[in-house]
């Protein structure tokens, strides 16, 4: 055929095209790797060296990184941190349960739930407006300060109550998100069978949404491991207060250091983990 040129001739003895092509991807990924390495070396070097050459550098040591008072503050801290864990663990099952309920309210067709979905908006814009510290200092000083019979007092209870509240809110929305990329001919299929609208977002529209907003759900477990400190305010001795209670005692902010370093002990594998299930359920949808 005219202009359709040789046909392409295998050289004796070279490498199939896949096996140089795969070649040729490794020695760049290596090269790439080991520019990598280096550039982080010399940022990494250099950064070390602008700030331990400064003048204040030796003051800064003694106050935020002193290894003395790191071992001295490092039992309290820790004893205060296993409780911001348990507040954390009761607070994300509260959120995830509620904010769910929340979601369906909101589904919901029809006029007659128009109550319930109006009531739902308007509870979610509420807190999602309110930042949370705001919260927790207005239920947990304001509610115990009303004195009612039957209400609790405590000021950890209302901690976890503010932190409940407003993250309800902004996850709600996720799982609303959710359902709504559910596809429309699910729902309908489901009122085709009789079901009931209950029934279709129990049965089919919530299992397929929560599957959809799981890694968008694990970035908020990511930010209340955090944010749970905020009830500190409150006087609970959890991880940062008793920093703070050591930081008021010795005139040292080391303790802070100790908190922090217990924090980013959980978060930043919770992070990673947050990435590696996102990036594996992208490569799941586009496979399918």
């Known amino acids: 055929m005219i202009g359709s040129g040789p046909p392409a001739v295998d050289v004796p003895g070279a490498a199939p095209p896949e096996t140089r092509w795969r070649s040729l991807t490794t020695e760049q990924g290596a090269r790439g790797a080991l520019i990598a390495a280096a550039s982080t070396v010399v940022v990494v070097a ?14 800064v040591q003694r106050q935020f990184f002193n290894p003395e008072n790191f071992a001295e503050s490092w039992p309290a801290v820790v004893s205060g941190f296993w409780l911001d864990v348990r507040m954390f663990l009761v607070a994300e099952v509260a959120i995830l349960v509620f904010a769910l309920l929340l979601a369906v309210i909101r589904a919901l067709r ?11 908006v308007v509870y979610i814009d509420l807190m999602r407006g309110i930042p949370i510290i705001l919260l927790v200092l207005l239920l947990g000083f304001g509610i115990p300060a009303l004195d009612l019979p039957g209400v609790p007092r405590s000021p950890l209870f209302w901690g976890l109550a503010a932190l409940v509240l407003s993250y309800s809110a902004y996850t709600a929305e996720v799982y609303r998100a959710g359902i709504e990329s559910v596809h429309e001919s699910q729902r309908m299929s489901a009122r085709a069978l009789g079901l009931t609208q209950w029934q279709a977002l129990r049965h089919v529209l919530v299992p397929q949404a929560v599957r959809n907003v799981v890694p968008a ?15 500190y305010i409150l006087g609970i001795r959890e991880a940062v207060r008793e920093a703070q209670i050591y930081n008021a005692r010795t005139f040292n902010y080391t303790g802070y250091v100790a908190a922090a370093v ?3 002990a959980v978060s930043v594998p919770v992070a990673r983990f947050t990435d590696w299930y996102a990036a594996r359920d992208r490569r799941r949808k586009q496979a399918g």
């Not at 250099?46 to 003051?59: D, F, Q």
């Not at 759900?217 to 009830?231: P, Y």
């Open 46 to 59: 250099a950064a070390s060296w602008w700030i331990l050459t400064s003048e204040t550098w030796p003051a």
């Open 110 to 120: 029809g006029p007659a739930f128009f109550p319930l979905r109006a009531m739902t």
């Open 217 to 231: 759900l694990l970035n908020g477990f990511v930010s209340l491991q955090k944010d749970v400190a905020l009830v």
């Open 262 to 264: 217990l924090f980013l």
